[in-house]
């Protein structure tokens, strides 16, 4: 999971929530998807010592939203190959449980927001 990746995002119905993030590999973008969730986690709940959620939390999160999209540069074909939500969702999955097998790295640690 090490090409440069690119989020597309729209929360709402409206054109003007659409939103994009550039990233250098897929796994950063994940971590950021991560991130998002858990920052409307915090801010739902701003008295909650840690944060806890599952998977399927996760996913309802990105399926609230009208457009979540990734873009991965494929370097064979010179060319950004679109991605869906649940390419993204299993992405999400491969890459949680990758990081929970490995031993920990504070550098590449997902943090709280």
Same mark, same amino acid.
């Given at each position: 999971?090490? &090409?440069? %990746?690119?989020?597309?995002?729209?929360?709402?119905?409206?054109?003007? #929530?659409?939103? @994009? @993030?550039?990233?250098? %590999?897929?796994?950063?973008?994940?971590?950021?998807?991560?991130?998002?969730?858990?920052?409307?986690?915090?801010?739902? &709940?701003?008295?909650?010592?840690?944060?806890?959620? !599952?998977?399927?939390?996760?996913?309802?999160?990105?399926?609230? @939203?009208?457009?979540?999209?990734?873009?991965?540069?494929?370097?064979? %074909? @010179?060319?950004?190959? /679109? !991605?869906?939500?649940?390419?993204?969702?299993?992405?999400?999955?491969?890459?949680?449980?990758?990081?929970? #097998?490995? /031993?920990? &790295? %504070? &550098?590449?640690? !997902? !943090?709280?927001?």
């Amino acid at each position: 999971m090490g &090409n440069h %990746t690119i989020l597309l995002l729209q929360e709402l119905p409206s054109q003007s #929530s659409r939103t @994009y @993030y550039d990233f250098k %590999t897929e796994s950063d973008a994940m971590d950021h998807i991560a991130g998002l969730y858990e920052t409307r986690l915090a801010k739902e &709940n701003p008295y909650a010592g840690e944060i806890q959620y !599952r998977a399927e939390d996760l996913f309802k999160f990105i399926d609230s @939203y009208k457009e979540f999209v990734g873009l991965v540069y494929d370097p064979k %074909t @010179y060319m950004y190959q /679109p !991605r869906d939500k649940d390419w993204i969702k299993d992405n999400l999955i491969a890459h949680f449980s990758g990081q929970q #097998s490995q /031993p920990q &790295n %504070t &550098n590449s640690r !997902r !943090r709280r927001h």
